[in-house]
């Protein structure tokens, strides 16, 4: 680290649990033909595990693959300007036992997504890891790009 860097903080296993119960959206990363996918996905808390809902294509095929995955969450506050960054890795599985399905079901997940998304996912942490840290004042990275036109769909 040189002398300008500034650490990171690192978050707790209960702050991470406290930022994650605040948040609804995520990224999903899965391993598909070895090599990894990325997709967004909404999330809900269910104990110590997080659960999302899928169609039946790629986030349920790696979850029948028995490989791992990884979930990040994300946030800043511009107030403190600071950023922060929960990383959950460990296994998924799809919901399969219908006592178990009625109850996740009463977590009222609506898909974030249009579509059907009639199967649920959960991913049971094995790590759990976050960080904090300060940005750079937005004049430093708040480029003419930062305010480029979108599709209207975004």
């Known amino acids: 680290m040189t ?3 500034v650490p990171d903080d690192k978050l707790t296993f209960d702050e991470c649990w406290e930022l994650l119960a605040d948040e ?5 990363a899965v ?3 070895d090599h990894p996918e990325i997709f967004p996905v909404n999330f809900v808390l269910d ?3 997080l ?7 790629t986030k349920l095929w790696a979850a029948l693959t028995e490989k791992p995955a990884a979930l990040e969450v994300d ?5 403190t300007e600071t950023a922060w960054s929960v990383v959950v890795r460990g296994d998924i599985d799809v919901i399969e036992d219908p006592q178990e399905k009625a109850t996740v079901d009463a977590l009222n997940l609506e898909p974030w997504h249009p579509g059907a998304k009639n199967h649920y996912v959960r991913l049971t942490p094995q790590a759990l890891t976050g960080r904090r840290f300060k940005v750079n004042k937005p004049d430093v990275w708040n480029t003419r790009l930062s305010d480029r036109r979108r599709a209207s769909f975004e």
Request: charged share 25%; glycine share 12%.
């Open 47 to 49: 104990r110590r595990s």
């Open 75 to 79: 946030g800043y506050d511009p107030h």
């Open 3 to 5: 002398s300008t860097e």
């Open 31 to 33: 391993i598909v033909d």
């Open 24 to 28: 609804t959206l995520g990224r999903i």
């Open 51 to 57: 659960v999302f809902r899928t169609a039946g294509v």
